[in-house]
């Protein structure tokens, strides 16, 4: 269930203190499913969970890119919260 919650933060931009600090989430998780734990550590969603969802990118994106006859480079206008422009390579 961690590695959904971590998806869930990545994919509608929800800060990790939302589900590792917040009281509510934690009653909601264990009315859902009473064995579960209780939510992960802000720690937990931030280093290792997304190291793991990092790797899985990549290697989905590195067999594409294997397979693929020519690839095109595009950027765009991204920018992070603070307005700096992203670029990745």
């Known amino acids: ?23 509510y989430f934690a009653d909601a998780l264990r009315l859902l499913r ?23 990118v990549e290697k989905v994106h590195d067999e594409k890119v294997k397979l693929a006859d020519c690839i095109t480079l595009m950027l765009d206008g991204w920018t992070n919260r603070k307005g700096d422009g992203i670029i990745n390579f």
Do not use: C, V, W
């Open 34 to 56: 009473p064995s579960y734990p209780g939510p992960p550590t802000t720690h937990a969603l931030r280093k290792p969970l997304l190291q793991n969802e990092l790797r899985e």
């Open 1 to 23: 269930m961690t590695r959904p919650l971590q998806k869930l933060s990545i994919r509608e931009d929800f800060r990790y203190q939302f589900f590792s600090s917040n009281p």
